[in-house]
Nanobody, 120 residues
Framework: QVQLVESGGGLVQPGGSLRLSCTASGNIASIDAMGWYRQAPGKERELVAQITSGGTTNYVDSVKGRFSISRDNAKNTVYLQIHSLKLEDTAVYYC??????????????WGQGTRVTVSS
């Protein structure tokens, strides 16, 4: 079993910054891709950013230049640094981790979500 714990969400004014964190724990043998998704009210969940085990990153166009994803493999943690927040960034942000457990099972795990609200 793998657990993901997210933190860092909150209420921020437009133009502000936040850093989201997500730490994976449990029977983890290895972690491949780690990523962040978000779901705004009334919308489908979308991939925001992803980082591979080798450090390759990709972003949805709407956040390029404002969001930065990184990871600390020693801590099984992925971060999402967010700058220049916009009203449309308001959403619940979910961590997503593709990992293999010590018994050989490989699957994608989801965090519980952390809410980011951008409002003046």
């Amino acid at each position: 079993q793998v657990q993901l714990v997210e933190s860092g969400g909150g209420l921020v004014q437009p133009g502000g910054s936040l850093r989201l964190s997500c730490t994976a724990s449990g029977n983890i043998a290895s972690i491949d891709a780690m990523g962040w998704y978000r779901q705004a009210p009334g919308k489908e969940r979308e991939l925001v950013a992803q980082i591979t085990s080798g450090g390759t990153t990709n972003y949805v166009d709407s956040v390029k230049g404002r969001f930065s994803i990184s990871r600390d493999n020693a801590k099984n943690t992925v971060y999402l640094q967010i700058h220049s927040l916009k009203l449309e960034d308001t959403a619940v942000y979910y961590c997503n981790v593709d990992c293999r457990t010590v018994v050989g099972t490989r699957r994608v795990w989801w965090g519980q979500g952390t809410r980011v609200t951008v409002s003046s």
